[in-house]
């Protein structure tokens, strides 16, 4: 599967907060989005969005990335740009049970390896694996804002 349709499968699965578009096109997108989009609220596309059409936001949902995250907080997300360690990722998580909503993640990629990915969350500080075998998308978060 191509990095780029990847994207697009995440996208239409995980942006569970909001989805981050050119506003010439929200009338439209509105009317079209999958029924799996959950769009709470659109944001004016950012600057550094403008070669990223791909790119998307979603809201912080909890406060285990205190201080650097909060919740409530817009984060803006590049599926196209490079994921190394040290890089605050948004991830998707495969589930169990069929039916059941996709656990979505928002943390620090502290390692990665061929069979698995070491996030990290700051509140309470922990360390965690994931196998990569269950992993449905990992973006790079570019930046957050208000």
Not at 24 to 49: G, T
Not at 51 to 61: D, F, H, I, N, S
Request: charged share 25%.
């Amino acid at each position: 599967m191509s990095r780029r349709v990847t994207a697009r499968i995440c996208e239409s699965i995980t942006v569970a907060m909001a989805t981050v578009l050119p506003s010439s096109v929200r009338n439209s997108i509105s009317k079209a989005a999958p029924p799996e989009w959950d769009i709470v609220e659109y944001f004016d596309r950012p600057p550094s969005f403008a070669e990223a059409p791909y790119g998307y936001a979603t809201l912080v949902p909890e406060t285990s990335m205190e201080p650097r995250y909060h919740p409530g907080e817009i984060i803006y997300v590049q599926p196209d740009k490079p994921v190394a360690a040290g890089a605050y990722v948004f991830v998707q998580l495969r589930t169990k049970t069929a039916g059941e909503r996709h656990p979505m993640l928002i943390r620090r990629l502290a390692k990665k390896t061929r069979a698995k990915i070491v996030l990290q969350q700051f509140n309470p500080e922990k360390l965690f694996d994931v196998a990569v075998d269950d992993l449905i998308c990992m973006h790079r978060i570019v930046g957050s804002g208000e």
